[in-house]
C-alpha cells in the first residue's frame, strides 16, 4: 500500500492509502485515522466505517467530527471507498449515482459487467482488514459502522461474520433492500434477477433467520427524506423480534439524512463500539 | 433574508440564508448554527468564523466539528461568504484562486472594478451582524475567529473595533500582509498601489501601533506549507512584545494547513471565546 497523503489530526493521524486489490481488480483508496501512541507494540483495535451513495473515503474522515472521541478512545477508524474506481471498471450507462461508481452496495458481483470489479463484500470482510493488520499497529478485533447504503453494508457483514466483529452499528441504513427502489436496482444488477440471491444483503431478512448474538445499534432521523420509501428501519425491529434478537434503534426527531446527523450521534456509536472492543 | 436549508444539529439548527447586501451590492449566502434553547427569552452570543481562500459558508459548517462544542456552551456561530459572488461580480482575469471570488480579504475596495461589490470589511463588522441581531435570538456580545486569509480578518477586524468584539483569535492567519505574497497581489488589487492604504488591514502593524486589550489567540501547525512565505505568525509576537500586547501563539508540530487542524483545537478556542463571552 501506498501513502498519498498525511495530516495529523487530535495528536494522531490521517492517512489515505492506495493499493492494488485483488478482488476488485482495480486501485483502491482508503482512508485511515490512527489515534495517538498506536504503535506495534501497542496496537490499536478497528472501526471499519462504510460510506454511503457518492462517497469517498473522504467524506466521512471530513464530516462526521469522529476524530476527536477515537483519540480518547485510542481506536484506529478505516474508511474505505465505495465502489471499485478506474478507467477500465463498470459504470452506470447514465452515470446515475446509485449505480456502478459509487454505488458498490457492498456485495459480490456475479452480472456482466459489474462481477469483473465489483466485489465489494469480500473486498471489505477479507480483503482490506488483511492488509490493514498486516501494515498497520493495530489489533484484529473489529467493529464495523456505517450510514445509508454503508450502513446496509455494515449490518449485512456484521451478521453474516459475527466471529469478524465484535459489535455492529448503523446510521440510517437501507434496512431492508429487497424491499425498496434503491435495493431492487443494485441487487438486480448486480446480482440478477432471481431474488433469493438478494436475501443474504438484506439485514432485515438475515435478522429473521435466526437468532443473533452481535451487540446492534441503529440511528435514524425521523426527518429523514428517504425513511419512508428506501430505508424502512421498521422492519429491523420486526425481523429481530421474530428471532428475539436484540437491538436498539433510537428515532431522532427532527433529523435529517446528512452527515450533520451523523456528526451528532457518532460519539455515542464510537463510544458503543470501544465497550465491545474492552477500550472502556 | 431567506433560509435556503436548515438541518438539525446536535439538539440545535445549521441553517444557511441569502441576502441582498446593500454594502456588496449583491446576493450574499452565510450560515448559522445556533445552539439548543437559543429563543428571544434566552437569546446566545455570536462567533463569527471568517473562512479563508477559495471557501464559501459551508466549509466550516461540514469540517470544523465546532457544533458539539458550541451546542454546549449556548453559542451561536455565523460564517459568512469570503467574497461577494454572482455574475455581476467582477473576479481575476485568470480565475486565480486568490483574488476575487472567494478571495475578498474582509477590506473596502477602493480601485475599479473591485470597488462596486468588494466591502467585505462594512459587510463583516456592521451589516452582517445588524442582520443576525435584527432577525436572529441573538444578543449583541460577538467574539471573532477565522482561518488563513480569515485569520488576517478575524484579527484586523477584532483589533480595529475592539468595543465590538469581546474577543479574537486566529488559526494559521496570513498575519503580515503588507509583507507576503498573497497580501501583496490583494492589497496591491483592491485598494492599489499606494501601500499606506494596506496598513489598516495587516495585524502585525497593527499591534505595533499601540496597546490593544482584546484577549488574543492565535494557533499555527508547524508543518503548514505556508508558514514561512504567506503567514509569519512570528510578525505577530514580535509586534504585540514592542507595544506590551498580550497575545497567545500556539505553535504545533506536525499540523498542516488543513481542517484538520482547525478541527484539532477548534474547542479550545471556543472555549476562549465562551469565558469572555460569560458563558463560562
Known amino acids: 500500500m501506498e501513502l498519498i497523503s498525511e495530516n495529523r489530526a487530535f495528536g494522531g493521524r490521517h492517512c489515505r492509502y492506495t493499493h492494488q486489490s485483488a478482488v476488485n481488480n482495480c486501485k483502491m483508496t482508503f482512508a485511515v485515522y490512527m489515534p495517538p501512541f498506536a504503535t506495534e507494540e501497542n496496537p490499536v483495535p478497528v472501526l471499519y466505517w462504510l ?46 449515482y446509485d449505480m456502478g461508481l459509487g454505488a458498490g452496495f457492498y456485495v459480490n458481483a456475479t452480472q456482466a459487467p459489474w462481477k469483473a470489479n465489483y466485489q465489494m463484500y469480500d473486498y471489505i470482510t477479507q480483503e482490506l482488514p488483511d492488509l490493514i493488520e498486516a501494515n498497520l499497529p493495530v489489533t484484529r478485533e473489529r467493529a464495523i459502522s456505517g450510514h445509508s447504503m454503508g450502513g446496509h453494508g455494515a449490518l449485512v457483514i456484521g451478521l453474516r461474520n459475527p466471529e469478524r466483529y465484535v459489535s455492529v452499528s448503523a446510521f440510517s441504513p437501507i434496512a431492508n433492500p429487497t424491499n425498496c427502489p434503491w ?29 443473533h448474538y452481535v451487540p446492534l445499534l441503529v440511528e435514524q432521523g425521523r426527518a429523514d427524506q428517504f425513511l419512508t420509501e428506501q430505508l424502512k428501519p421498521e422492519a429491523l425491529l420486526n425481523a429481530a423480534q421474530k428471532t428475539d434478537t436484540q437491538l436498539t434503534l433510537n428515532m431522532h426527531e427532527g433529523y435529517d439524512h446528512s452527515y450533520f446527523f451523523i456528526a451528532s450521534f457518532i460519539d455515542e456509536h464510537l463510544q458503543f463500539h470501544a465497550g465491545h472492543l474492552g477500550l472502556i
Not at 54 to 67: I, L, R, V
Not at 68 to 93: H, N, Q, Y
Not at 190 to 205: E, I, N, P, R, T
Request: net charge negative.
Open 51 to 96: 460510506s454511503g451513495l457518492t462517497c469517498t473515503d473522504e467524506n466521512f474522515m471530513q464530516k462526521a467530527g469522529a476524530m476527536k472521541m477515537a483519540a480518547e478512545l485510542g481506536m484506529a477508524i478505516v474508511a474505505p471507498d465505495t465502489s471499485p474506481r478506474g478507467d477500465d471498471v463498470a459504470d452506470d450507462a447514465e452515470g446515475a
Open 183 to 211: 435495493g431492487h436496482k443494485a441487487l438486480g444488477g448486480y446480482l440478477g434477477d432471481d431474488q433469493s440471491a438478494w436475501q443474504q444483503y438484506d439485514a432485515s431478512v438475515l435478522l429473521a433467520e435466526k437468532t
